[in-house]
């Protein structure tokens, strides 16, 4: 089989011959389960982070002999987990992200073109700015407002947007499309 076809054994084989050599021992004598090698004799133990920070370069060369684990073995793939929060989920009672309140946290809007390709010629920020704890800003065709709550930004967003003017983009008709 060409080496450009041929399958790539399972990477941890490097992992185990890295551990092996760290602590004189044959390969043979460790074991792999839940993330780490272990070596029974002297119950020592390397996860898989602090064994690959010293190959770098060695990924490229893995030999064909490697040992995969038989799907027998397996304890994880292929079964069912439970999920930890599911009463949680059922209830509402779980936090969403938006669900989540920092101090001083600010709610965005952006001001979106009327069309497609549309370009923002002027815009007056200052009726939103006018509005207490309202931060508006514009970056050439970008116009965002934040306030301390989403109706509050909304508001800021809708008194932006009266304000703004747009040159529309020429887009062909129907009957050329």
Known sequence: MPPSVRRRPPRRQLLIELAARRWGVAPAELTVADGRIREAASSRTLTYA???AT???RWQDIPDDIRVTAVAQWRVMGNSAPRVNQRALVTGAHPYPSDYRRPGMLY???????????RLIAVDLA???????????QADGFVGVA??????AEQALKAVAETAEWEPSAHPSSREV
Do not use: D, H, I
């Open 50 to 52: 602090t064994g690959g």
């Open 55 to 57: 190959l770098p370069g």
């Open 108 to 118: 965005g809007k952006v001001l979106r073109p009327p069309s497609y390709g549309a």
């Open 127 to 137: 009726p939103a700015r006018a509005m207490s704890g309202v931060v508006a800003v």
């Open 147 to 152: 306030a301390p709550t989403t109706w509050r």
